[in-house]
C-alpha cells in the first residue's frame, strides 16, 4: 500500500520522495501553465471559445509542470472517486455531483491509496461569466 503523504514545514513528501517544496513552487508551476496557454493558445481566448477548450490546453500545460512530481494525473471534467460518482456536500447537507474543470490527483480514493488522492482542482470561468455562489462545507 502506498505511504500517506507527510506534511512538513513547507514540503510536501509522497513514497519518501520531495514532490513539491512549498507554496511558491506550486504557483509558480501554475502561472507557467497559464503563460502557456496565452502565449501558445491565445487564438483561444482572443476568438472567445468555450471555456471547456481553453481548460483542456491549461490542463495539458498542468500536466507538464506536474509530470515529474511523482505521477501527479491531470484530468478535465473528471467525475469520479473510485467507482463512484465524486459529489460535493455543501453546509445545508445537499449533496451535488461534481464535474471540476481541472483535477491534479492520484486516480483512486483513500480506501486504495491510503490518503487523499485530489491535490489541486480548478473551475475555469471565463471573465462574463456569473456564477450564483453557495457557502461549501470543506473538510
Known amino acids: 500500500m502506498p505511504q500517506k503523504p507527510e506534511y512538513k514545514e ?12 512549498n507554496f511558491d513552487d506550486i504557483m509558480q508551476r501554475i502561472k507557467s501553465a497559464i503563460q502557456k496557454v496565452y502565449s501558445k493558445d491565445k487564438y483561444l481566448i482572443v476568438n472567445n471559445l468555450h471555456e471547456r477548450t481553453i481548460a483542456h490546453k491549461f490542463a495539458e500545460y498542468l500536466q507538464s509542470e506536474f ?24 453546509v445545508d447537507n445537499e449533496s451535488k455531483k461534481i464535474f471540476p474543470d481541472i ?25 462574463k461569466t456569473i456564477v450564483k455562489g453557495r457557502k461549501i462545507e470543506t473538510s
Open 67 to 90: 509530470t515529474n512530481c511523482n505521477d501527479w494525473n491531470v484530468d478535465c471534467e473528471y467525475n469520479k472517486r473510485g467507482r463512484n460518482t465524486k459529489r460535493l456536500t455543501y
Open 10 to 21: 513547507e514540503e510536501i513528501i509522497l513514497n519518501n520522495e520531495t514532490m513539491i517544496r
Open 103 to 127: 483535477i491534479v490527483h492520484k486516480r483512486g480514493t483513500e480506501n486504495e491509496l491510503g490518503y487523499n488522492p485530489n491535490f489541486l482542482v480548478f473551475e475555469i470561468k471565463k471573465e
